[in-house]
């Protein structure tokens, strides 16, 4: 229903020749940067030999969690909640910066293939696998989503084309961008996304403010009617989770791996944490004005955003969207294929077929996860994060306490995978279930891996805390 309200809304919509232009510009570029990068070695292709400077760890940090899932559905929130919504990219940047100071210079000390392979070490591999295993699940939940996300957003492009057909379009070419040179090609098409997506992000909120005439209201009204749309405790139920999940991020922890040094990986993150947040208030900010456009669906806030930009801005929106959404589907896909190849084969360097292989399987399977499972777009990527929270004491641990157990890693994540998804099925979307998984699971994750420790403390993997002390 929500794509064939969006195709019908869009046959208003009159695209440019010049922003079919601008849009075909911005793919053949991704695909010629991508394409002239080709790795020869698995190391290359998913870690990128580990020489990556601070500008470009940066850029692909930055653009890596810049996607159109997330910005369709804060944009929505924006146009729902008004200037109330400014404080939705707070998540972000109180996220990053907790990976930044907590495991930023841990995980490149670690310096892995893959985020789950810690466990395998500190654990044992049992353990290893089972992290990698519900990693997995998440990882194919968000690029499904990213994959949604796209289709809605380029709707307006193509109103009578199925979404089978507009996903397939969406995946291959990303697909191709990146086959060839893995991680090398998603960190050179990122710092193109980067530089293009800073020069435009500012001229859409400039644009969009400058063609309406808005009364800005007092801030107890911004407030109120705000938090009505997006309270208070959800904002800080998606902080809390922000925090305890992207210190396990496996494409965040697979650029880290990619890093010239600690330093060089703890900086890079932490610039990125106040550029993703400005990125994301510009993306509210064009939204706000178009409160009184009542749209069918807010989801289509951004869409329609730049859809009222001047000829050649909005293929060039579009263009940036896309790639935005491009590199984090690839970045993702190769995370994936990292994790496949470090936890469940043998390791090897040459053959580099094998990763071409994994990576195009990943991508078919998110292709038909988004086509057969994913509806509404924020409330899917929120579920998703359930694995991948019920992880969080099993790295912490891991990094900072040295009588962190397997029976206790154990503990912790099955109390967190069972509070997480008892939290959906009780209480629901509609019911708040994001709150009651915050104040109540991640508290138990904690307490339930300490009291296993110390029940049953298992001193097989200690000398590896050493590491990274």
Known sequence: MLISENKQSSKQVSMSGLDYAVLILISLSLLVIGISKVSQTESSYLVADRRTGLFALTATLVMTELNTATLI??????????????????????????????????????NGLSVAA??????????GRFASLTLLVSMAAFSATYIKSLVVLFNPFFPHVSDWAISGLLVIIPLIMTLRGGLVSVIYTDIFSFVVTFVFFPLMAFFSWQSHSLEIPSLDVIIKEGSQVAPVWFITSLIVLTMFTYILAPWYGQKIFAAQSERVAYLAVFSAAFLVFFLYACAILATIPLRGANLPNPDYALPFAILRLPSGLRGLGYGILFAASATTLTGVWGAMTAMIVEDFLKKSSNDIKRVFLITFCMAVFSYLISNLLIDRILEKLILANIPVAALSFALLGGFYWKKSSRFGAYCSIFVGLICGIGSYLFWGEEGGYTWYWIIGGIPLIFLSGIAGSYCYEDDTHYNLFATFR
Do not use: E
Request: net charge positive.
């Open 118 to 127: 810690f466990f395998s070490q500190r654990y044992g591999k049992d353990v």
């Open 73 to 110: 559905s804060f944009a929505a929130l924006g146009y729902a909640a008004g200037l109330w919504g400014l404080i939705l990219p707070s998540i972000f940047l109180i996220g990053l910066l907790f990976y930044a100071v907590t495991v930023a210079k841990k995980w490149k000390a670690f």
